[in-house]
């Protein structure tokens, strides 16, 4: 397992980005050294599940800060269904911009997610959860993430 600590902390949060992490429940020790000193000041355990088959995406580039993601299913979706509940848009510090996220009109195999704009040159991440239903009743077992950064342009 390797980590990267992030460039950014708002307040008392600071954000790590770990990689190549195993399915499975995992301590981290992470310590934190006191500037001022040689002496390690605090020391604080994380506890994190890695789920298993989780489809990651590769990244995306330079997308626009008013993008709106179409998503493609393979199956006809059941119209109706509150999709708010199973996909999301963090960014870096788990802040949803995710307006809505409904069955396009035109197409009823394509999911519309719109967000409101996003800060330039950050990073996001696209989180659809398991639990969408086709119209034929069928589940969609699988979670997806796609992890994006965006830069200042606004064309789509």
């Known amino acids: 397992m390797s980590y990267k600590h992030s460039l950014t902390t708002l307040g008392n949060n600071t954000v790590y ?6 399915a499975g ?22 506890y994190i599940r890695v789920k298993p088959n989780v489809k990651v995406f590769n990244e995306a580039k330079n997308v626009p800060i008013n993008k709106i993601f179409n998503i493609k299913f393979t199956k006809q979706l059941k119209s109706g269904t509150n999709l708010g509940n199973y996909i999301s848009v963090l960014d870096q510090f788990g802040t949803n911009y995710c307006l809505s996220a409904n069955v396009s009109s035109n197409d009823p195999y394509t ?4 967000g409101f704009p996003y800060a330039a040159f ?3 991440t696209l989180h659809i959860l398991p639990g969408i239903q086709s119209s034929s009743g069928q589940i969609i077992s699988e979670e997806r993430v796609l992890r994006f950064y965006t830069d ?3 064309n789509l």
Do not use: C, E, G
């Not at 980005?17 to 195993?22: N, T």
């Not at 999911?111 to 719109?114: F, G, I, L, R």
């Open 17 to 22: 980005q770990l990689d190549d992490v195993k």
């Open 25 to 46: 429940a995992h301590i981290i020790n992470v310590i934190a050294k006191n500037a001022s000193s040689d002496y390690m000041s605090t020391s604080n355990y994380i």
């Open 111 to 114: 999911v519309k997610v719109y």
């Open 122 to 124: 950050s990073d996001f």
């Open 152 to 154: 200042s342009n606004q």
